[in-house]
C-alpha cells in the first residue's frame, strides 16, 4: 500500500493520531526563538542527526511538502517517513513506518504556537505500533522519545543556533 493511502496517513492529515495505538502521548517545550524558524528546523529533516544524537542516514528528494517520502535510520533501524501536513509555521505532520513494512508504524503531530514572549510553544503528540515487529513501547517509552526530540530541537535552536535552513551535517550520513 502506498503511504499515502494509509489510515496513519489520513489521519496525519487530519492531524490526528491513532487513539488507541499501543503507545500513544504527548508533549510540549516553549523555544526562545521565533515560530518560524522553529519549524523550519524541524521540517528540515537533514537536521534531524542534530537534534537526536542516534538518527543517521537521512535521505530526501527536497524540502518539507505534503506528501513527500524520506527514509533516514533511528537507531541504525532504516525507515521510511512521509509528510501529511506541511503548514509553516503552525503545523507539521508525518507517518512512518518500518523500510521492509514488517509492522512497526506512528503518526508524528507537531504544532507550533507563538507565546506572549515572541517564543515558540510546541505540542507534539504521537502513536506508535511495533507490536508485529516485536518492540516493546508504551506510553511511558514514547513519552520519552518524545521529550527526546523536544530537548534536542530546543538545544539545537537555543544553543547552537540553526539559523541555516539549507545546511544538513554531513558527518551523520545526510543527502
Same mark, same amino acid.
Request: glycine share 6%.
Given at each position: 500500500?502506498?503511504?499515502?493511502?494509509?489510515?496513519?496517513?489520513?489521519?496525519?492529515?487530519?492531524?490526528?493520531?491513532?487513539?488507541?495505538?499501543?503507545?500513544?502521548?504527548?508533549?510540549? +517545550?516553549? +523555544?526562545?526563538?521565533?515560530?518560524?524558524?522553529?519549524?523550519?528546523?524541524?521540517?528540515?529533516?537533514?537536521?534531524?542527526?542534530?537534534?537526536?544524537?542516534?538518527?543517521?542516514?537521512?535521505?530526501?528528494?527536497?524540502?518539507?511538502?505534503?506528501?513527500?517520502?524520506? #527514509?533516514?535510520?533511528?537507531?541504525?533501524?532504516?525507515?521510511?517517513?512521509?509528510?501529511?501536513?506541511?503548514?509553516?509555521?503552525?503545523?507539521? #505532520?508525518?507517518?512512518?513506518?518500518?523500510?521492509?513494512?514488517?509492522?512497526?508504524?506512528?503518526?508524528?503531530?507537531?504544532?507550533?504556537?507563538?507565546?506572549?514572549?515572541?517564543? #515558540?510553544? +510546541?505540542?507534539?503528540?504521537?502513536?506508535?505500533?511495533?507490536?508485529?515487529?516485536?518492540?516493546?513501547?508504551?506510553?511511558?517509552?514514547?513519552?520519552?522519545? +518524545?521529550?527526546?526530540?523536544?530537548?534536542?530541537?530546543?538545544?539545537?535552536?537555543?544553543q547552537r543556533g540553526a539559523t541555516e535552513p539549507d545546511s544538513g551535517s554531513a558527518?551523520?550520513?545526510?543527502?
Open positions: 500500500m502506498e503511504a499515502t493511502h494509509s489510515p496513519a496517513y489520513r489521519l496525519a492529515r487530519t492531524g490526528q493520531v491513532v487513539p488507541d495505538a499501543p503507545a500513544v502521548a504527548a508533549g510540549t +517545550i516553549d +523555544i526562545a526563538a521565533p515560530r518560524a524558524r522553529v519549524w523550519q528546523t524541524l521540517a528540515d529533516v537533514r537536521k534531524w542527526p542534530d537534534i537526536r544524537g542516534d538518527i543517521s542516514h537521512i535521505a530526501t528528494t527536497g524540502p518539507a511538502a505534503t506528501a513527500r517520502s524520506f #527514509t533516514w535510520h533511528a537507531d541504525g533501524a532504516p525507515v521510511v517517513s512521509t509528510f501529511a501536513v506541511v503548514e509553516p509555521p503552525t503545523r507539521l #505532520t508525518w507517518t512512518t513506518h518500518d523500510a521492509d513494512h514488517a509492522g512497526f508504524s506512528a503518526i508524528a503531530v507537531y504544532e507550533f504556537d507563538e507565546t506572549d514572549a515572541g517564543h #515558540t510553544r +510546541i505540542r507534539c503528540q504521537e502513536s506508535m505500533d511495533a507490536t508485529a515487529i516485536g518492540l516493546p513501547l508504551d506510553n511511558e517509552t514514547l513519552t520519552g522519545l +518524545i521529550q527526546s526530540w523536544l530537548d534536542g530541537l530546543k538545544s539545537l535552536i537555543e558527518e551523520h550520513g545526510v543527502q
